[in-house]
C-alpha cells in the first residue's frame, strides 16, 4: 500500500471545469512522496532537485526503453512504485478531463448549458435579491418553495408587501423557468460530479414504462431523471446512477493505466495491478470510478477489471482498456440539442449505452462481420437501426453543427454577460472549443483515443493554447465557488443573500422626471457608457450617462442616483 | 430512535451529550454515521448537506464522506464558519449559560445551517457533541482572530 500521506494529497488532486483549473496540489504531492519514489522519478524524469517540473519531462522516455531504470522501478519498495505511478499518472488523468470538457461536442454542451445558466441567473438573482423570503436553502428548490410560500401567505395576510408583489410578478416566473432547465439538467448530470437528485426524482423506467437492459450478461433497471433524462442503475441500487463522472472518470482512469503500461511495458503489469487495487479499491470512492471497468472485465470473463488485471492476460486487458477508451470517446460526441427530437441522441450516456451494447455483441459473436478500426465501426453505429430510431446524428453533421453553436455563443457572451471578468472567462472557454472543435470532422482522435494513453502527446501545435496555464479571474472564482453549494447544498438564507448579493447586486437607478415621477429601476453594476430610459407617464426620453451617475451608497451595493436629467 | 419532532430531537441530543461526556465522541461518531444512512435512505445525499466550497470537480481519485467521523471532521468546519460569527446565535446560546445544553442547540442547528426537517437525525449527534465540548470551546479557534 502506497503511504497515507501520499493518498491523502492525490485524493485532493482534481479538476475543476468550469473554471478550467487543474489543482495538481502543487509541491504537496511531490513533497508527500517516499524518498524511494522521489529518487526514482528524480532519475526517471531527468528532474534537477530544487527544480519545478516541466509537463515535458512527466512525458518523457519510456522506462521500459532503460534496464537499469527498469531494474531501479523494481527494485523498489511497492509501496514506493504505487506512488511513482500514482505521481506520472495524476497529470494524464487530469489532461484527460481538461481535454475531455474543451474537445468533445459534451464539452461545448456542458459549457454552453454553464454560460445559459450564468445569462438566467444574472436575470433571476437580482428580482430574487428584492424578494428575500422566497430564496430557499437550496436554490434548485425555488419552485417548492415558491409554492409553499405562497399557501402560507394565503392564511397569513401579514406577509411582507414584497411577497405579494412577487407572487404578480410575471418577471420571476420568466426568469425562473429560464434557469429551471439548465439547473435540472446539471443536476440530473450530477453537475458532471457527485451531486445526487433527490430519490423521489429518479423514477424506475423509460417515459413511465418499466424497461431494463442487459450489457455484458449484467441486468440493469433503465431510470428517468428529473422526467427527462435516460440512465441506468444496478437492480436493488436506489443511491446512484450511471452519469457523466462515470464517463469521464473511466476515460481519465483508463488512460492512466494506459500509461502506465506504456512506460513500464508488459512486465510492468503486477505494478499496475498493484497500483489499482491501493488506489481505487477503498470503499469511499464512489461507484462511478469503476463501474464500467468492472462491467467490460465481465466482457472478458472476469468478475472485476481488478481480478482481469491479476490474470495477467495482457492481450484482454489492453482490448478491455481500448474498450473503455472508446466507448467513452463515442459517448462524449453527444452534441447539444440540434432539434427537437434531440432528447436521447444529445444524451451521452444513451450514446454510452448503444456502443457498449455494440461491444458486447461482437464479444459474444452476435454481430458478425469485421471493422478496421472504432472510427469504421462507430461509423457503422451511427448508421444503425437503434441509432436511427434514438435520431442519433452521424458525426460529419455533429461537428458543423457545433462549431456554428460555438460562434453563435460567442457573438451572444459579448451582448449578454455584464461582468466583464465572467465576460472574458466564457470568451476564453468558447475559443478554445473553437479551435478545438473546428481542427476535427470525426471520431479519429490522437488525444481522444491515444494509443499509449497520453492524451497530451496526441495533441498538435495548434492546439497548444489547450495546455497554456491559465488562471481565471477573480469574479469567475467567486462565482463558481458559490454556485456548486448554493444549487445543490443547503445552506441558510442569509449566506445565499450575501453570496447573490456580492456577485448580482443591481444597481437601484432614479431618476427625477420633470413631470414630477420618479423613475426607478435596477442596472447592471457593469453597465458602461449611455442608457436611454423612457417616462412612462410623460414618455419624455432621458438619456443618461453612466459616468454623471450620482452614487448613494446603501448597505453592500451602491445605488446609482441622478439629481438633475 | 428516529426523532420525529424538534423536542423529540432535543430530548434525544442531551442524553447523547450525556454519553459523550462519559465516553468521548465515538458513540455521537456511530450514531451520527446511522443518521446520514437514514437520511440517504429517505433520499436525500450527503452531499446536499456538505459545502464544498468549489466548484464541481472531478479527480484522480475523490472520495466521498460515508463514515460518521469523516462527516464531522469536514462539517464541524461549516458549522464554525457559519455559527461561530460573534453575536451569532450559538455566541447568544452561550452568553445566556446554555453553552452545554444539546437541547437548545438543535433548532439553532437546523435553522441556522438551513437544514430541511429531513436532517434532524443527523444535527441530533452534532449537537451532542458541540455541547459536550462547550459552544465556547468548540467556536474558540475561530474567534481568536476576531476582535
Given amino acids: 500500500m502506497a503511504g497515507a500521506r501520499f493518498l491523502d494529497v492525490l485524493g485532493k488532486v482534481g479538476y475543476s471545469a468550469r473554471t478550467m483549473e487543474l489543482d495538481l496540489q502543487g509541491d504537496r504531492i511531490f513533497v508527500s512522496l517516499s524518498n524511494p519514489a522521489k529518487a526514482f522519478l528524480y532519475d526517471a524524469l531527468d528532474l534537477t532537485p530544487g527544480e519545478g517540473i516541466r509537463v515535458g519531462q512527466l512525458f518523457g522516455r519510456r522506462w521500459t526503453d532503460d534496464a537499469a531504470l527498469m531494474r531501479q522501478f523494481k527494485a523498489m519498495p511497492e509501496s514506493a512504485s504505487t506512488e511513482v505511478l500514482g505521481f506520472v499518472g495524476l497529470i494524464v488523468h487530469e489532461f484527460t478531463h481538461h481535454l475531455d470538457f474543451l474537445t468533445t461536442p459534451f464539452g461545448l454542451n456542458f459549457h454552453s448549458k454553464t454560460i445559459r445558466e450564468y445569462w438566467s441567473m444574472q436575470d433571476f438573482a437580482p428580482v430574487l435579491l428584492e424578494n428575500p423570503e422566497l430564496i430557499p436553502e437550496r436554490l434548485i428548490d425555488f419552485e417548492t418553495h415558491f409554492a409553499a410560500v405562497q399557501r402560507a401567505g394565503r392564511d397569513n395576510v401579514e406577509i411582507p408587501w414584497y411577497s405579494m408583489r412577487a407572487w404578480d410578478s410575471l418577471e420571476l416566473k420568466t426568469y425562473w423557468e429560464n434557469l429551471r432547465g439548465q439547473v435540472l439538467t446539471f443536476e440530473a448530470w450530477g453537475d458532471a460530479s457527485t451531486i445526487r437528485p433527490l430519490g423521489y426524482q429518479i423514477e424506475p423506467g423509460l417515459l413511465g414504462e418499466p424497461n431494463s437492459i442487459t450489457i455484458f450478461g449484467q441486468k440493469f433497471e433503465v431510470v428517468t431523471v428529473n422526467s427527462f433524462f435516460t440512465s441506468i442503475r444496478p437492480n436493488g441500487v436506489n443511491n446512484w446512477y450511471l452519469r457523466h463522472l462515470t464517463i469521464l472518470e473511466t476515460r481519465a482512469v483508463a488512460n492512466s493505466l494506459n500509461w502506465h503500461l506504456s512506460l513500464l511495458g508488459d512486465a510492468g503489469l503486477p505494478d499496475v495491478h498493484r497500483f489499482f487495487v491501493d488506489v481505487y479499491g477503498h470503499e469511499d470512492l464512489p461507484r462511478d470510478y469503476l463501474f464500467l471497468f468492472d462491467l467490460i472485465a465481465r466482457g472478458f470473463g472476469s468478475e472485476s477489471f481488478a481480478a482481469l488485471l491479476a490474470k495477467g492476460a495482457i492481450g484482454a486487458i489492453r482490448e478491455a482498456l481500448s474498450m473503455l477508451i472508446t466507448s467513452c470517446w463515442y459517448a462524449l460526441q453527444a452534441p447539444p440539442p440540434m432539434d427537437q427530437m434531440s432528447l436521447l441522441a444529445s444524451s451521452s450516456i444513451v450514446r454510452l449505452l448503444v456502443i457498449l451494447q455494440t461491444f458486447d455483441d461482437i464479444r459474444a459473436g452476435r454481430r458478425k462481420g469485421g471493422f478496421a478500426s472504432f472510427v469504421d465501426l462507430a461509423g457503422e453505429v451511427d448508421q444503425s437501426e437503434q441509432a436511427m430510431k434514438m435520431h442519433f446524428r452521424p458525426i460529419g453533421e455533429i461537428m458543423p453543427f457545433c462549431r456554428a453553436l460555438t460562434e453563435k455563443l460567442a457573438a451572444m457572451n459579448e451582448e449578454k454577460t455584464w461582468n466583464p471578468e465572467v465576460r472574458s472567462h466564457f470568451g476564453r472557454v468558447l475559443s478554445l472549443l473553437a479551435g478545438s472543435l473546428g481542427r476535427r470532422d470525426g471520431y479519429a482522435s490522437l488525444s481522444g483515443m491515444p494509443a499509449e494513453g497520453n492524451p497530451v502527446l496526441g495533441l498538435d501545435e495548434d492546439d497548444v493554447a489547450l495546455l497554456e496555464p491559465y488562471e481565471p479571474p477573480a469574479g469567475v472564482r467567486e462565482w463558481f465557488t458559490f454556485r456548486r453549494d448554493a444549487l445543490f447544498v443547503f445552506r441558510p438564507r442569509s449566506w445565499t443573500i450575501d453570496k447573490l448579493e456580492t456577485h448580482f447586486g443591481m444597481h437601484e437607478l432614479t431618476i427625477p422626471c420633470t413631470c414630477g415621477l420618479i423613475i426607478s429601476g435596477r442596472i447592471s453594476r457593469f453597465k458602461e457608457g449611455m442608457i436611454s430610459v423612457k417616462c412612462p407617464q410623460c414618455e419624455r426620453i432621458h438619456n443618461v450617462d453612466i459616468d454623471d451617475i450620482f452614487k448613494i451608497n446603501v448597505g453592500k451595493t451602491p445605488k446609482r442616483q441622478i439629481g438633475n436629467s | ?147
Fill in chain 2, 1 to 147: 430512535m428516529e426523532p420525529r419532532t424538534v423536542s423529540d430531537a432535543a430530548v434525544l441530543a442531551d442524553a447523547l451529550a450525556e454519553k459523550v461526556r462519559r465516553e468521548g465522541e465515538e458513540p455521537a461518531f456511530a450514531t451520527l454515521e446511522s443518521a446520514l444512512h437514514a437520511f440517504d435512505a429517505q433520499g436525500y445525499s450527503i452531499e446536499s448537506l456538505l459545502p464544498s466550497g468549489a466548484d464541481a470537480r472531478l479527480g484522480a481519485a475523490l472520495a466521498v464522506v460515508k463514515s460518521g467521523k469523516s462527516f464531522w471532521s469536514a462539517y464541524s468546519e461549516v458549522i464554525r464558519e457559519t455559527l461561530c460569527k460573534k453575536d451569532s446565535e450559538l455566541q447568544k446560546l452561550s452568553k445566556a449559560g446554555l453553552s452545554g445544553s444539546a437541547g437548545a442547540l438543535v433548532p439553532i442547528l437546523l435553522t441556522g445551517l438551513g437544514l430541511p426537517v429531513a436532517a434532524i437525525s443527523v444535527v441530533v449527534p452534532i449537537a451532542a457533541i458541540i455541547a459536550a465540548l462547550g459552544v465556547d470551546a468548540f467556536c474558540r479557534w475561530s474567534t481568536q482572530g476576531e476582535t
